[in-house]
């Protein structure tokens, strides 16, 4: 058993997330953290609601109430989706915890008296027709590396470059529109990465087996030359800085929300202080394998800044030891977009379909090296052909068919033969390659594994035909059944990582109940594990299948005239 503490980049605070949100970080860790339970390892799945800056102020100016209610009122309604997603977070804090703050201010102190932190007066844009400060994100205007229209002034997301905002061409106000900007002096703290570059390098070379995605970004901005970094803003709301003359300001959140990793598992230790230890994930924790998920555009700052964040601080805190990364997930050829609403959001997709539906159409198509992109019609295809026609169909005719001819309880009668024994031999290698590929975090590998393992119990009961054997050989067609719904309780287990409600659900029709920590080892033997007169119940059929109009619906309602068109 080994210590693995998975941690999801953190969702914004303003907004319930979309598709791309929910695959690039949140459930894969799931899927991640899932496997690592069933396999019998102590797991700490940390996550947390991203609070500071200035969208939350936007966001609760435009919903009319204080930021502070604001944040904890749309923390609320996060974590509930996120709970009807079946994401298994050990802890869900928040990065406004006093924790945070208190672990904040401590890294800053440790940088500042080793000599990394420098205080400096520089020009910073103004609207003043907004009459404030304006953080970097919230100037807008042309990008200089590659021309894209909408950059903000902290990053571009189109080709993932750190920006100043005076690098932008043509600048305008986020919040008003505004062009009437001036530059005017402010005083704020920079952490001097240059001086921190080679420790950071150094680190992220003995990290040979991270996805070529996230060490090609990491190296990436190494190569480009590393600057120092603004780690102050001009806003109320915020981590506070401690340092005289800086009242008023506030670290910049992505000083701070890194750090919240390690604040919610301190939130966590402190609801049960008597059983639960945060500095031993943490602290001095050589035991302990962290793996992080998020997508690119998460990479550098977590392969870098806070890594250096970490390292200037001098002291023993946990580092990453793989960083799984993903690119963009589309909505038909475009970006998902918060801002501009463009795409299917999480509230929305559980409003259409149970949660499985989407957890398995994600996991199977993982935007793991490119760019994926999301159809209402490749959704569709997937979930009837998968989840509908090979693993639902078959459990509703092994189940429906051994009701109707030998009662509700696994049938007595005959012995496995050579096609049992071929089928425990095809599981038990698709078995194999299943566990491998999640525990290598190759998701759509292990979501094609998943399917192979139900095709060969469909092959199985295909060639087995126990409604032809009946006729003639009764004892027979039991042993088919036997094996086919001890198959199905194999399934339930399996599936888990993926589809939680839907195998839990299977779990309860078959009266069986499986530990967290259980993983099966020899196939064989789980094909033997319900013996005669073990009770089960029919179950509804587990999922239905989407129609060609419900398509046409969801594209119209949903993609706008671009996706009616591909449906159409």
Not at 47 to 56: L, M, N, Q, S
Request: aromatic share 12%; with cysteine; net charge negative.
């Amino acid at each position: 058993m080994a210590k693995v503490l998975v941690t999801s980049a953190l969702p914004y605070i303003n907004g319930i997330k979309h598709l791309g949100n929910l695959i690039g970080s949140m459930l894969s860790a799931d899927v991640y953290a899932r496997f690592m339970r069933a396999t019998g390892n102590e797991v700490l799945f940390i996550c947390a609601t991203d609070e500071h800056g200035t969208p939350a102020e936007i966001a609760a100016l435009e919903a009319g109430m204080p930021v502070e209610e604001y944040c904890a009122q749309q923390h609320q309604v996060q974590a509930q989706i996120y709970r009807d997603f079946a994401l298994s977070f050990d802890y869900f804090g928040r990065s406004s915890s006093p924790q945070n703050h208190e672990l904040t201010n401590h890294f800053y102190h440790r940088l500042d008296d080793a000599g990394f932190i420098e205080e400096r007066t520089l020009p910073q844009v103004y609207s003043v027709d907004d009459g404030r400060f304006l953080p970097d994100r919230y100037i807008v205007g042309t990008c200089p590396h590659c021309g894209y229209t909408n950059a903000r002034g902290d990053q571009c997301e189109n080709c993932t470059r750190l920006l100043e905002p005076t690098d932008l061409i043509d600048a305008r106000s986020a919040i008003s529109g505004s062009t009437n900007l001036e530059v005017r002096q402010t005083k704020h703290l920079f952490l001097k990465l240059p001086e921190l570059a080679d420790r950071v390098e150094e680190w992220i070379d003995s990290r040979q087996d991270w996805p070529l995605l996230v060490s090609s970004i990491a190296k990436a901005w190494l190569k480009e030359g590393l600057q120092d970094r603004g780690i102050t803003r001009d806003l109320k709301w915020g981590v506070p800085v401690d340092r005289p003359g800086f009242e008023g300001k506030v670290f910049y959140v992505w000083f701070d929300a890194p750090i919240e990793y390690i604040g919610a598992t301190k939130e966590w230790a402190d609801a049960d202080p008597a059983n639960r230890d945060w500095r031993a994930w943490w602290y001095d924790a050589p035991d302990v394998r962290y793996v992080e998920f998020m997508a690119k555009d998460n990479v550098p700052f977590h392969t870098v800044s806070f890594p250096a964040t970490i390292l200037g601080a001098g002291e023993p805190w946990k580092l990453a030891d793989y960083i799984k990364g993903f690119s963009w997930l589309n909505f038909y050829g475009g970006k998902f977009s918060t801002s501009q609403k463009r795409g299917i959001f999480l509230d929305q997709a559980l409003a259409e379909y149970p949660s499985d539906y989407w957890r398995y159409w994600l996991v199977a198509n993982a935007p793991e090296t490119d760019d994926a992109s999301f159809t209402f019609s490749g959704f569709a295809s997937v979930c009837n052909k998968d989840l509908a026609d090979t693993f639902g169909n078959f459990v509703n005719r092994t189940l429906r068919f051994c009701s109707a001819r030998f009662g509700d309880a696994v049938p007595a009668g005959g012995e496995p033969g050579e096609l049992e024994f071929k089928l425990a031999a095809d599981l038990q290698l698709a078995f194999k390659r299943y566990g491998e590929n999640l525990g290598a975090m190759q998701l759509r590998r292990a979501a094609a594994d998943l399917k192979e393992l139900w095709t060969l119990g469909n092959v199985y009961v295909d060639r087995a035909a126990p409604w032809t054997a009946i006729k003639t050989d009764k004892d027979r067609a039991a042993c088919i059944l036997r094996v086919a719904i001890n198959l199905i309780r194999f399934y339930a287990i399996l599936g888990s990582p993926i589809i939680p409600d839907t195998c839990a659900r299977l779990r309860e029709a078959l009266g069986v109940q499986i530990a967290q920590a259980y993983w099966p080892v020899d196939v064989a033997a789980e094909l033997l594990t319900l013996g005669p007169g073990h009770k089960f119940e029919v179950p509804p059929p587990l999922f239905k299948k989407i129609a060609p109009e419900e398509v046409a619906d969801l594209s119209a309602r949903y993609g706008g005239e671009e996706a009616a068109e591909v449906a159409a």
